[in-house]
């Protein structure tokens, strides 16, 4: 690798990300959806079928609060580039994602991303970025949305060369805890098969990322063969949640976070596990055939339905 550029850290926090433009329409918003798995059981399924289709007259198709994470993609297609900061884009993992939602997401929109740096931490031998995007409708002005993304970056720690490892946060006081794993019996698990071609649907949402299409990248990479998306399995695992708590009802969805455990192989079957904690859906998502846990995290609620 290249010698390391001169690390400043007041030159890293002054540094400026450049807006970005995200523009959508009902055909990114359903294709999405199937790529996340909706009405894959069921093509007219009750809950779904609103995500793809004008169901019962309605004037556009509603939106899954996971879309908010596209957003966050569309900022960073070149990476992430911070002065003195290099690192190899083969090994980095997404780690976690944090959304807040404000406003159920337009069937379609022309979006104003604004990024910025949350967090950069000096682990040694890995460094991990906190990148913030907050996205704004353009027409109102309106903010629709936030993502956290938590980055590792193998290989690039170790670039603030002092005894004493560099470590920067914009949210000292309101960081957001992992939940914990209830040891009680689920509320409610779901079951859901993943399509062999999932990965190559979820892809046309944004994220071409060849690991997750070509079988000699993955082979390259440590994989017996390509593997879904991080953030299509938590797709699958917040609409598992929507349908079993929520009835289908995604406008009560406040606030997701996601950590991801472990990468999930096309057709696996993904099992969700629930439990209920006041506002919060607690969930731990689990590849049936190898009995792994692949994801955990919340999902918080404006309220509960009123049949739980």
């Not at 794993?181 to 649907?201: G, H, N, R, Y």
């Not at 406008?251 to 439990?275: A, C, D, Q, S």
Request: proline share 5%; charged share 20%.
């Amino acid at each position: 690798m290249a010698e390391r550029s001169q690390f400043d850290h007041d030159r890293v926090l002054a540094h400026k990300f450049p807006e970005s433009t995200y523009v959508y329409t009902e055909r990114d918003a359903a294709i999405y959806a199937l790529g996340v798995g909706a009405c894959g059981r069921d093509a007219i399924d009750a809950d779904e079928l609103k995500y793809v289709y004008h169901e019962n007259g309605q004037q556009s198709i509603q939106v899954l609060p996971t879309f908010a994470a596209l957003l966050s993609l569309g900022s960073m297609t070149n990476g992430i580039d911070l002065p003195g900061l290099q690192y190899d884009p083969r090994l980095l993992l997404h780690g976690q994602q944090y959304i807040e939602l404000y406003r159920p997401f337009p069937s379609s929109a022309s979006i104003q991303n604004k990024v910025s740096l949350a967090g950069l931490h000096d682990k040694g031998k890995a460094a991990i970025v906190e990148i913030e995007t907050k996205s704004y409708e353009k027409e109102s002005g309106e903010l629709l949305c936030m993502n956290r993304s938590t980055i590792f970056l193998r290989g690039a720690g170790g670039f603030s060369n002092s005894t004493r490892p560099y470590s920067y946060s914009n949210y000292p006081n309101n960081q957001v805890a992992a939940a914990k794993i209830p040891k009680s019996q689920p509320f409610a698990v779901f079951e859901d098969l993943i399509q062999p071609s999932q990965a190559l649907l979820y892809r046309l949402s944004g994220d071409y990322n060849p690991l997750h299409s070509d079988p000699m990248i993955a082979k390259v990479a440590g994989f017996s063969c390509p593997i879904l998306h991080g953030l299509c399995t938590l797709g699958f695992a917040v609409r598992a949640i929507i349908k079993c708590i929520c009835r289908g009802d995604a406008t009560i969805v406040k606030n997701i976070f996601g950590r991801f455990l472990l990468h999930v192989y096309p057709g696996e079957t993904l099992i969700t596990e629930m439990w209920l904690d006041g506002l919060r859906v607690i969930y731990q998502a689990k590849v049936k055939e190898r009995n792994r846990a692949v994801l955990s995290g919340f999902v918080g609620l404006h309220h509960l339905t009123s049949s739980l």
